[in-house]
Every structure is written in C-alpha cells, then in structure tokens.
C-alpha cells in the first residue's frame, strides 16, 4: 500500500508492516501452519504468485486483508484472488480481518470446520 492508501488508516506503511508481523505471529504462536503471501497490485502476478506459492500445498484457509477488499480500486484484483483461491483450492475457506490486530481471529473462525 502507498502513504496516500494508508492516510486514511492514520498510519504508515512500516506501522502497517508491523502490524501485519504482529498478526501472523500470533497465528503461528497457536501452533497453525500457513504462509503469509505479499503479494502485487497486478491480477496476473497475483495468480502466479499464488498458484506458485499453493502448488505444493493448500493450507485450507485464506486471509484476504483489507488492503485488497477495501479499496475500490482493487476489485478487479479481489475478483482474481477469490477465483484462483478456488479454482486451486474448490473447499478452500475464505477469511477476512478488519485489521491486521485482529487476523488470529479471523482465521479462528473457520480452523477445525
């Protein structure tokens, strides 16, 4: 994300980034596996980003942060991830935090279904 998508958030990017950190850290605190995936604004190196990263392995469960789902200008990269999470995966479960501090949660909510 850039400094003007993060001005509404009242952040910067390193804080962001930290947050993140925090967030995935508490997931692995708990003992589940996964892979956190940065990935790029463009919907085709997305796909092959995560069709790379999942080849190997589907862990079950996506985050999709609020960085993609929460700007409009995004949708078209939404749309490609939601697809290509299934088309990879067709029981994969979908999660969505409302802020890297609440990730575990998020995540919570479809382990063990």
């Excluded at 990935?39 to 980003?49: H, L, N, T």
């Excluded at 079950?60 to 939404?78: C, D, K, M, S, W």
């Excluded at 998020?106 to 382990?111: E, K, Q, S, T, Y």
């Amino acid at each position: 994300m850039t400094a003007e998508e993060l001005a509404p958030l009242n952040m910067t990017v390193a804080q962001l980034a930290a947050q993140m950190e925090r967030g995935w850290a508490a997931i692995q605190e708990q003992g589940v596996a996964g892979k956190m995936v940065g990935i790029s604004k463009d919907p085709d190196e997305v796909e092959a980003e995560l069709r790379n990263q999942l080849a190997e392995r589907s862990y079950g469960i996506a985050l999709i942060g609020g960085g993609v789902r929460l700007l409009p200008e995004n949708t078209v990269l939404l749309e490609r991830i939601v697809n290509v999470l299934i088309d990879i995966d067709p029981k994969i479960r979908l999660s969505f935090n409302t802020g890297p501090e609440n990730t575990l949660e998020a995540v919570g909510r479809w382990l063990n279904r």
